[in-house]
């Protein structure tokens, strides 16, 4: 791997396969039924006006499981580099839901698809929001209205959070680092092509390559490739 020069900025877009290593299992495992059901279908606003109990018991379930496990080596890796090298060259911004990347360290993670931890009203997302351990009080209400409180999670048909600060740190990405990501999901699937589009030297991380044209791939789960992708380059 070539080295970083000095004033290099480094992007870097994770995904589940990020934190499969801490046993939370990736979103389109293969088999990734839930209580009989498609994730992909459980995560939509549709399903959460249908039947709000089956969201909720879907969330709760992957809240109960996160809080269980804890950042794997490729967490730390992430951390230690951004605190290396500061939040201005280095870039983490994640689809996952986990907090796992905050857990280790890193000073500044965007969470794209937001966050497990958080409530937020279905009617209005200026309401304020609330934090939530373990599972969540089906009868409690937004302070603001008399609005549900559903999980603060970007679904499907939504606009995920924090687009400005993404674009704003990828036009300055000398490096685009994709991590355990299959890249199905816009616009996150889209960034890489901007990132190619503006010269930067673009790295994939993921054990089941995607075919994504990546200047380098390498083909190894990232608990493994990030601690030493990250030692050659902190040297
Ligand atoms: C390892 C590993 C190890 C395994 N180490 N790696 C047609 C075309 C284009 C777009 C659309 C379209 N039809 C609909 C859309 C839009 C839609 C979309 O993209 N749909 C696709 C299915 C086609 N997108 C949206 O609706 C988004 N909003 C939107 O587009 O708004 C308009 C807009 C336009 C322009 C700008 C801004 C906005 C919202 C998307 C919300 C996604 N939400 C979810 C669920 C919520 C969070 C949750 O419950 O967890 O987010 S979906 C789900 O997929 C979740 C994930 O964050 C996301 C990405 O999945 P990820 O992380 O890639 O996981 P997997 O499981 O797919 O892959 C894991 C990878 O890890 C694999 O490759 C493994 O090999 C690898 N791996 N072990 C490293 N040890």
Request: aromatic share 6%.
């Amino acid at each position: 791997m070539p080295p970083l020069a000095p004033t290099d900025h480094v992007f870097v877009l994770s995904g589940a396969g990020l934190s499969k290593g801490s046993g939370i299992p990736t979103f389109r495992d293969a088999g990734g039924l839930w209580e009989g059901h498609d994730p992909m279908e459980v995560a939509t606003p549709e399903a959460w006006q249908a039947d709000a109990d089956l969201v909720r018991r879907f969330y709760d379930a992957r809240r109960l499981n996160v809080e269980r496990c804890a950042p794997n080596p490729g967490h730390d890796a992430l951390a230690r580099l951004q605190q290396a090298l500061g939040p201005d060259r280095v870039s983490l911004v994640t689809q996952n839901i986990d907090g796992l990347l905050s857990i280790a360290g890193a000073p500044e993670v965007i969470e794209m698809h937001g966050s497990l931890r958080w409530l937020r009203c279905e009617h209005d997302e200026g309401h304020p929001h609330v934090l939530v351990r373990g599972t969540q009080d089906p009868e409690r209400r937004c302070g603001e209205c008399p609005g549900r409180l559903r999980p603060a999670i970007v679904w499907f048909g939504e606009i995920p959070l924090h687009m400005d600060r993404i674009e704003a740190a990828l036009q300055r990405a000398d490096w685009f680092v994709s991590v355990g990501t299959s890249g199905i999901v816009y616009p996150a699937a889209g960034l890489v092509r901007f990132a190619r589009h503006i010269g930067a030297r673009t790295i994939e991380v993921n054990p089941e390559p995607t075919g994504g044209g990546f200047d380098q791939v390498i083909a190894a789960p990232s608990e493994d490739a990030l601690p030493a992708l990250v030692d050659e380059w902190l040297g």
